[in-house]
């Protein structure tokens, strides 16, 4: 029998072409559907788009952090999660080049409050957000269209100001397809790393530039079965800082189970695309020498073998601090007419590689801004400034901290430097710990000063 969430969705009638919504989503991802839910929830008639039908994979890590649960809860898709197969994230454990290991556990009560994040397919995790935002938006007279490209972004211009105004594209394949446009005062872009708003937000009506080399970042992902050390799907999830890898990493999350009751690990490599540009690396090849050459790792997969299908590369838009930004940091998001949220804005942490959060977070901000009535011959560009700004100061701190970790795992020297002391320190083994679920650790953390008095004294 089928899993819950391998059934398709259905998502009701296709509007007409030239049908007036009051926002239209662009992307039925995690942010897309975070982005409509909330739109529809405030009384929004919306309109989701989405390229592909679930379900539907997306290449990730599957680490669903503690940041969005509050998001997950607020629309209704925690209960879901839990009556399927997935990992309570509980503790991770980080590994430096010289082969030195640091398990750093949830603190108890976070656990007991279920405070901790998830770790589990995003074919299961998006769906579920998918089937929600479905539901939201029939529940508010809106429409949702899967397998719906959008190709063009309609934009008007008038005394030499642009506003986005709406959106066309494709039902069905590119040659027999049906083409159908729609109009609407706002225009979410949650269409992920090459998303059209996105590419129209900056390059076509600003001419700045949307991607950056040096900010972005290529990562493989493959699912392996039998990996030695992984017996239950609620083991820690596993960072590996590896010789050739820096200053990407290796990770190995346990992340559900499969119909024949083993465990699933998601195993994947990630690094800055400038990086492997500099060193004409291949992901695929360099994760395939690890897995068969690795000294400690080709030992526990030995026995292991890879789910057939699953090896597939995609990119991340890092959200680091550009050096010389030509408007808005990280990059320009938003313009009268339109808000972009999650990869679309570039978002995601540039040393975790997390960018399921901030999808989710970034969308519940970007909906608080617009007001149907207030906004019905368009969504002003004073507010798409606030909307950028809001962003930046909210999300701006702990990205810019990130970035400068990132910089720092590059040398090999210091991240066996840290590890060991970690191993010998309670007071820094703590902190790591407790930053895995607070906020004020992470800060703490993050704070250089602090990591120096630590590892120093
Ligand atoms: C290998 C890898 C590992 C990662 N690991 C993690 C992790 O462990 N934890 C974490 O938090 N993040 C991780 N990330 C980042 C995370 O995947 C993204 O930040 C997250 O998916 C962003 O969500 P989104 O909704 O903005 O975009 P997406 O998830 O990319 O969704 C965009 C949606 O838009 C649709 N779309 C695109 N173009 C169009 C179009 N023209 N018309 C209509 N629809 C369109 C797409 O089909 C897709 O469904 C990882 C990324 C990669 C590549």
């Known amino acids: 029998m089928a899993a819950e969430w391998e059934v398709p969705i259905e998502s009701g009638p296709i509007p007409e072409s030239g049908t007036d919504f009051d926002v239209i989503v662009v992307g039925g991802g995690p942010g897309g559907s975070a982005a409509a839910s909330y739109a529809a929830i405030a009384g929004n008639k919306v309109l989701l788009l989405e390229k592909r039908e679930f379900p539907r994979d997306k290449i990730c890590g599957d680490a669903v952090g503690g940041k969005s649960l509050r998001i997950v809860t607020e629309l209704g898709v925690r209960p879901l999660i839990e009556n399927t197969p ?56 809106g429409a949702v269209i899967q397998n719906f490209n959008v190709n063009e972004v309609l934009v008007e211009e008038s005394k030499g100001s642009k506003k986005i105004i709406g959106v066309s594209g494709i039902i069905g394949s590119k040659k027999e397809g049906l083409e159908l446009k729609f109009n609407a005062p706002l225009t979410i872009g949650a269409g992920g790393y090459n998303c059209p708003v996105a590419s129209t937000v900056t390059k076509k009506c600003h001419g700045e530039p949307m991607r950056d080399d040096k900010h972005y970042c290529g990562a493989y992902r493959e699912y392996w079965v039998d990996v030695d050390g992984i017996n239950t799907n609620q083991e820690p999830i596993e960072i590996h800082f590896i010789d050739g890898v820096l200053p990407g990493y290796w990770w190995v999350f346990p992340v559900g189970e499969n119909s024949e009751g083993k465990v699933v690990v998601n195993v994947g490599i990630g690094m800055v695309i400038s990086e492997m540009n500099k060193r004409t690396v291949k992901l695929k090849g360099l994760q395939n020498s690890i897995i068969k050459e690795h000294p400690y790792f080709s030992k526990r997969f030995k026995n292991a073998s890879m789910v057939e299908g699953s090896g597939k590369g995609f990119q991340l838009p ?140």
Request: a positive charge; one cysteine or more; glycine letters at 8%.
């Open 86 to 141: 997935h990992n309570r994230v509980t503790g991770i454990t980080f590994s430096s080049p010289n082969g030195k290991k640091i398990t750093c556990s949830l603190p108890i009560e976070e656990i007991e409050n279920k405070e901790a994040g998830y770790a589990l397919p995003r074919i299961q995790f998006d769906y579920m957000m998918f089937q929600k935002a479905v539901e939201h938006v029939q529940n508010s007279g």
């Open 318 to 457: 890092f959200g680091s601090p550009r050096k010389k930004p030509p408007s808005y940091q990280p990059r320009r998001s938003a313009m009268s007419g339109a808000m972009c949220v999650g990869d679309a804005a570039a978002l995601v942490d540039p040393f975790s590689g997390e960018g399921i959060g901030n999808a989710l977070l970034s969308s519940k901000i970007a909906i608080t801004y617009f007001d149907k009535k207030k906004h019905k011959d368009g969504f002003p560009s004073e507010l798409a400034e606030e909307y950028m700004n809001e962003i930046w100061n909210t999300l701006g701190p702990e990205l810019s901290n990130s970035f400068k970790i990132q910089k720092m795992v590059k040398k090999k020297w210091l991240m066996n430097w840290v590890i060991g002391k970690a191993n010998k320190k309670p007071e820094l083994k703590g902190l790591l710990e407790q930053s895995l679920s607070s906020k004020e650790a992470q800060e703490e953390l993050k704070s250089t000063w602090k990591l120096l008095k630590l590892l120093l004294f």
